[in-house]
T-cell receptor, first 116, second 113 residues
Framework: AQKITQTQPGMFVQEKEAVTLDCTYD???????LFWYKQPSSGEMIFLIYQGSYDQQNATEGRYSLNFQKARKSANLVISASQLGDSAMYFC?????????????FGGGTRLMVKP | DSGVTQTPKHLITATGQRVTLRCSPR?????VYWYQQSLDQGLQFLIQ???????AKGNILERFSAQQFPDLHSELNLSSLELGDSALYFCASSVHRDNSPLHFGNGTRLTVT
């Protein structure tokens, strides 16, 4: 079974509008963390935002916020006021506490395209 | 700049050959991870080292091996290369805390011809 599912292979958004990128996860571990990364066409992986399973509030980082719904096992990324430079692949990832290591498991990604 | 350095940036080689990818982690990070990103497989975890010791293994082929040296740099060795090994190979590093993100290098683009 997929641990991280991103159901939107590609999305368009108009510049200056907000956009939500979906992420659902599957774990039986009560302690876990969720991460979002951005991969522009140049290829580097850029860390955006983190949400811990025990965090009471949704994480925010500048124009990025996380809509964390624990009971639904979803951790959607919200980008406000989209900019042309936001066009990229976005990956959701999870770290489970019970892993031997503390690697991240990644979803398949969503390609976001911002229209001028 | 993530502080993680990977060399080389690009590598073109023939099937059956052997290559070595190198990674220097961020200063202070003891954990190093290797990931493979191919078009049809997404980002796949290969292996993790912590302070010189193997910590976790993912979908790493037997033809691949890695190590982390006392100065914490790491090398990923790929042998008997096949066309399907063509991919972007990332190294990442982190401190060993639950909420610490992985900091990725810029990757090595391997093309096997």
């Amino acid at each position: 079974a997929q641990k991280i599912t991103q159901t939107q292979p590609g999305m368009f958004v108009q510049e200056k509008e907000a956009v939500t990128l979906d992420c659902t996860y599957d774990t039986s571990d009560p302690s876990y963390g969720l991460f979002w990364y951005k991969q522009p066409s140049s290829g580097e992986m850029i860390f955006l935002i983190y949400q811990g399973s025990y965090d009471q509030q949704n994480a925010t980082e500048g124009r990025y916020s996380l809509n964390f719904q624990k009971a639904r096992k979803s951790a959607n990324l919200v980008i406000s006021a989209s900019q042309l430079g936001d066009s990229a692949m976005y990956f959701c990832a999870m770290r489970e506490k019970n892993n031997a290591g503390n690697m991240l498991t990644f979803g398949g990604g969503t390609r976001l395209m911002v229209k001028p | 700049d993530s502080g993680v350095t990977q060399t080389p940036k690009h590598l073109i080689t023939a099937t059956g050959q052997r290559v070595t990818l190198r990674c220097s982690p961020r200063s202070g990070d003891l954990s190093v991870y290797w990931y493979q990103q191919s078009l049809d497989q997404g980002l796949q975890f290969l292996i993790q080292y912590y302070n010189g010791e193997e910590r976790a293994k993912g979908n790493i082929l037997e033809r691949f091996s890695a190590q982390q040296f006392p100065d914490l740099h790491s090398e990923l060795n790929l042998s008997s290369l096949e066309l399907g090994d063509s991919a972007l190979y990332f190294c990442a590093s982190s401190v060993h805390r639950d909420n610490s993100p992985l900091h990725f290098g810029n990757g090595t683009r391997l093309t096997v011809t």
